[in-house]
């Protein structure tokens, strides 16, 4: 039996609380949390499209019925083609957290292993994510390299 299993839309209150979990673990995370509610719905019905872009895989916490204690969560977008992603598809993972008396027991792991096979069977050519100083050894380990970004943002 696999631990891992693909997050649900009942899923939706705890897979924010990870969500939020990582973000009060970033630099500039505030512990605000007002914006759950506008985000649940959204949330729930893309949680319930088995065959969309979007996908989180999960571990049920093994000590709390109800609760998480892993979350990975990632989407397949298009992009122009290129050398080696000449269909466009591009993996990109978003959310890896776990819950924090539930760490070092291989759940995230799992959980990116399963993202990763989720990713090729769509046809991804590639995955990008953001790395955390803690969290690079764990993707190091699952074959991501590092490269230098001149990545920008605006905030709409």
Known sequence: MTLVRRATAEDAPEVLRLRQVMIDSLPGGDGDTGWHAGARPALEERLGEPDGDFAAFVVDHPDRPGALA??????????????HSPHGRSGYVFSVA?????????????????????FRQRGAGQVMLTASAEARPLYAALGFVHKPDPTMSLRL
């Open 70 to 83: 892993a979350l990975v969560a990632g989407t397949v977008d298009y992009r122009i083609g290129k050398a």
């Open 98 to 118: 776990t819950d924090p008396d539930t760490r070092r027991r291989g759940y995230a792991r799992a959980c990116m292993e399963e993202l990763l096979a989720w």
